[in-house]
């Protein structure tokens, strides 16, 4: 009588690469309860060690080709912390918003206006550390409003050199960013 034995983090990292849906609800039921732990523990928030676990797994599941991972635990149990990191930094930051809508206006503003301020701010920080050209093309495009003929004339550059520091800017803005509300808000104000 052969004894089972079940499949090394290996052998499941290569199945999963594979695609084989088996492999990943074999990751799944090996290691959620400890990531939940580790969420809960560095969070505090049991919602948010939910999503954040939750997330983690969606991400692995989505990039699984491009995974090559030799140490799942260790692999998931940052990929925990980071999320946590991140969602306590981006947590920190609205209430920081708060904070300062509340001084700067006493009216009510609604969740949706702080987190349009949130954005605005996150792309302000993207758009500083453009380079020159590309940076100064993306702020007369979008902030003044001018089109790319007049971009083009205003910096002396063909308009062909104005589109591609256009299309740069929102090239890093998108791999940056990677969220696909910030599109609508940058469409948003170009049709101001």
């Known amino acids: 009588m052969t004894r089972y034995e079940p499949p090394s983090d290996a052998d499941l990292i290569m199945s999963l690469r594979e695609g084989n849906s088996g492999a990943f609800t074999e990751i799944y039921n090996r290691y959620w309860k400890q990531l939940l732990a580790i969420a809960y523990l560095h969070s505090r928030d049991k919602t948010m060690a939910e999503e954040i676990v939750q997330e983690v797994f969606i991400s692995l599941w989505n990039r699984r080709n491009e995974l090559y991972i030799d140490n799942v635990n260790a692999y998931l149990a940052t ?98 960013l990677n969220r696909p509300y910030i599109w609508v808000l940058l469409l948003i104000k170009a049709l101001m």
């Open 79 to 176: 990929a925990v912390k980071l999320s946590v990191f991140k969602q306590l930094v981006r947590q920190k930051r609205r209430d920081e918003i708060k904070e300062q809508v509340a001084v700067t206006d006493t009216s009510s503003f609604d969740e949706e206006q702080i987190y349009t301020r949130f954005l605005q701010q996150q792309i302000n920080g993207v758009v500083e550390v453009l380079p020159e050209k590309c940076r100064l093309v993306f702020k007369l495009s979008r902030e003044e409003g001018l089109t790319i003929p007049e971009v083009a004339l205003r910096m002396g550059i063909a308009e062909k050199t104005a589109e591609a520091h256009l299309t740069k800017a929102l090239k890093v803005l998108k791999l940056r």
